[in-house]
């Protein structure tokens, strides 16, 4: 009991281009966490090469496995860093050759994906022992259990916990670097559904009863709208564990759809910006009532929701109105366009 009043974890996830682009001022973050600490760590792979492996699967083109390559033997270049990559580089390179050995391609897709995590953690992980610190990297496949969704799995909770002690044991004397976005069904590897890093954090967040988890990446946090589209979205300080829950499923691109749910009521997520180590966004039970605008795409549409201000009256149809968000349908083309006037109508009379 006095051990859970005094816990220290802390879940911190970096996402691609913090590893990719920003990696000294990642492994700057993690040691300083580590003082007065117990923190995991959760990568995602570098920027561009979950994207990259995907065309790699369908196309099978060397050349895409020579570039998935090249960057990361670049970057370990770069860091000056001795690790070897030969025994992944000839296992993807197997894998490519044998899809047959699947039970389908989402299964065969998955273990592909699978490469951009585990080399992220391998080289992530040398670095801090170069700098110092203990620290293990960890491929959640002997982890985290999910269901059979292969290119969308979801965590079976239970399952999961039952392995968790694993990370319990490291944490005694290591930091563990763990994959994120990767998962296990009876012995095959499944994704998350992208972005799922997120959900990997929450849930071992969830199992370590941490007392926070950190979401770094190239933004301070959650916008008031996607502010690569809107440009005069603010941050919202303050987001309560269901504004985010409605949010993310919503479409909100900051938090994976799922992430919220094992941690509601429970661990805070904080965000941040890992290059100059701004923290913009707290997940709690407090909220800034600020609406969130999201959007997701679908084909030729894109539904719209403003979550948090479901009374505005907007001229488009209305697919949905619930208690805390309304939502309505516009064509893509006229989305960039729908989210800056609906940004300035729900900010000008709120
Ligand atoms: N690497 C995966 C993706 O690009 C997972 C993640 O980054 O969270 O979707
Ligand atoms: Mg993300």
Redesign the pocket.
Known sequence: MIYKLFNNRIVVKF??SSVRFSFRETLELVKSLCEGNKVVVVL??LKG??DLLLDLSKSKNPELLEKFEEIHLELIERLGIDVNLESEFKELEFIIKNEKLFPSIDAYVSHVLSF??RLSVKIFSRSLEDHGINATAVDAFYLIKTNEDFSNAKVDLEKTGKNIWVIEELLKDSVPIVT??LGNFNGFRTTLG?????YTASVLGRLLNARAILIMSDVEGIYTADPRIVKDAKIVPFISYHEALIASRLGMKAL?ERAVEPIVGRVPIIFGKTSNRKLGSLVSHVSSKMPIITHKISEEMAKISIVGSPNVDVRWPIAERADNYVAFLVTRDELENALNELHEVVFNES
């Open positions: 996402g691609g995602s792979a090469v979950t951009g995590e994120g976005f992208r972005g799922g890093s997120d994976h």
